[in-house]
């Protein structure tokens, strides 16, 4: 279709008047409502709207858009199925709808593909084991800014991907996907369980289990080979619990003194650069 500025988009474009709509019914209220129940979920920014259209894991359902930011996402838009809704809204009406000023100017509303969701899980292992890779296992963190930082830290060292313990937070809820800058979209994940059970099923895989304790024998820098490594990190305050710690190979983040722990998403980051590029003996 044509949109009324002369680029032209694959969906259909539809102006949208009201917030009672019923067709943008999804997109009212995000702030207060948490759509993951449902299967779906609200997704902000172009820079996220682009892990949704790369990832085989997750399809783009409908798109929210300010009049003003639709001729710039042209180019993506071409490319979506012709049934795709792209709703356009002037910017009163556009922040009415969503329950607060949404500055990015697009909200997409997204869903899960589940069969491929666990062929690429499946797939990402196994080509960390062959890679001597690593991947990430969150164990009970419950903050949004965390989990969100955590994906964005696995995508920028090559982890395979990120699994999550039955008390973990759900990535897919708005902050941690903005937080994530849409990597939840792009990095393999999946819900395992218990923390325990999750370090036995990596082990029996080709895993071997890093656990970050501030009171570990060995330092970081005492990982200098490159092998499949599954790095556990637990919540800030509680940390790991002891039976998950003696499965794995505890290690510490040495730091000035004063202090023995950083915050998890900074952890994360120290040890994945450090398990990308680990020193030579």
Same mark, same amino acid.
């Given at each position: 279709?044509? &949109? ?13 008047? +009201? ?6 019914? *999804?997109?009212? +209220? ?8 449902? &299967?779906?979920?609200? *997704? ?9 259209? $790369?990832?085989?894991?997750?399809? #783009?359902? $409908? ?18 199925? @012709? +049934? ?21 100017? %697009? ?5 899960? !593909?589940?069969? $491929?969701?666990? @062929?690429?899980?499946?797939? @990402?292992? $196994? ?7 690593? !991947? ?18 696995? @995508? ?38 218990? *923390?325990?059970?999750?370090? +036995?099923? /990596?082990?029996? #895989?080709?895993?071997?289990? !890093? ?16 092998? *499949?490594?599954? /790095?556990? /990190? &637990?919540?800030?305050?509680?940390? /790991? ?9 505890? !290690? ?18 120290? %040890? ?10």
């Amino acid at each position: 279709m044509r &949109g009324h500025e002369g680029a032209d988009f694959g969906p259909a474009v539809i102006d949208i008047a +009201d917030r009672e709509d019923e067709r943008i019914a *999804a997109f009212r +209220d995000v702030r207060e409502r948490d759509l993951t129940r449902s &299967g779906r979920f609200i *997704a902000e920014g172009a820079v996220v709207l682009d892990q949704i259209l $790369a990832s085989r894991r997750f399809r #783009l359902v $409908a798109l929210l858009v300010l009049r003003e930011r639709l001729a710039g996402l042209a180019p993506r838009l071409a490319a979506l199925p @012709a +049934d795709t809704p792209v709703y356009r809204v002037e910017r009163e009406l556009f922040d009415r709808i969503a329950g607060f000023p949404v500055h990015r100017g %697009v909200m997409a509303l997204a869903e899960p !593909v589940e069969p $491929a969701a666990a @062929a690429d899980l499946d797939a @990402a292992l $196994a080509a960390t084991v062959a890679a001597r890779g690593c !991947v990430v296992v969150a164990c009970g963190l419950s903050n949004h800014d965390n989990m969100g930082a955590t994906f964005r830290n696995a @995508a920028a060292f090559g982890a395979g991907a990120v699994i999550l313990d039955r008390r973990a937070c759900d990535p897919l809820y708005r902050k941690a996907i903005r937080v994530s800058v849409g990597t939840v979209f792009t990095v393999p994940f999946a819900r395992w369980g218990g *923390a325990v059970s999750i370090a +036995d099923r /990596l082990a029996g #895989l080709g895993f071997e289990c !890093v656990a970050l304790s501030p009171g570990a024998p060995e330092p970081l820098r005492a990982l200098r080979d490159r092998r *499949a490594r599954a /790095l556990f /990190l &637990g919540a800030e305050g509680e940390g /790991l619990e002891g039976d998950v710690i003696a499965r794995c190979r505890p !290690v510490r983040i040495e730091m000035a003194s004063g202090l023995d722990s950083l915050n998890v998403a900074t952890s994360a980051a120290l %040890v994945l650069h450090h398990l990308a590029w680990p020193e030579q003996p």
